[in-house]
């Protein structure tokens, strides 16, 4: 890019930077549903801060995959959640969605996740529905969920466990 150009782009960025609040994060994201996931998150670490088990059971698309006692499981519904709280949400977990920011949150083909993949969310299609993604509504349509919990990780980004 020649001078003048270079100045155009870096201008027009930085506009469009000043524009965009939460969902600045989601300029390095190439799916469009990723400011909902934004908002979903927010939700998400909210509920957790406010220690609402019901509200985060609910939040959670079943089954949920996890691990209990060294072994992956599929947690199959709300009352098998809450019976195993503490052990899904384990520290690092919990420490991990409790300091994630936007910044944190990013995504693939697999879905969202925050930090070092410790939670996974996404839109959840429901069971038997054939879903078009050329549909209009397709990015707005399904809601989202948490659909794992990955716990029991020997490095956290809260601390001990850290290289």
Not at 51 to 67: E, F, L, Q
Request: aromatic share 10%; with cysteine; glycine share 8%.
């Amino acid at each position: 890019m020649r001078g003048g150009s270079c100045l155009v782009l870096v201008t027009t960025l930085a506009l469009v930077g000043s524009h965009l609040q939460a969902d600045s994060v989601c300029l390095s994201v190439s799916r469009p549903d990723c400011p909902r996931a934004v908002a979903f998150f927010t939700e998400f670490q909210g509920a957790f801060r406010g220690n609402d088990r019901n509200k985060i059971a609910i939040m959670m698309s079943y089954p949920v995959i996890t691990t209990l006692g060294g072994k992956q499981i599929r947690i199959t519904a709300r009352a098998q959640l809450l019976a195993h709280y503490d052990e899904i949400f384990d520290p690092e977990v919990r420490c991990a969605v409790l300091m994630a920011t936007p910044e944190s949150i990013w995504g693939n083909w697999r879905g969202f996740t925050i930090n070092r993949g410790e939670i996974w969310f996404d839109g959840i299609i429901p069971r038997g529905e054939k879903a078009d993604s050329n549909a209009p509504d397709f990015w707005t349509k399904y809601p989202f969920k948490v659909k794992t919990v990955n716990n029991g990780s020997p490095l956290s980004i809260c601390g001990k466990h850290s290289p």
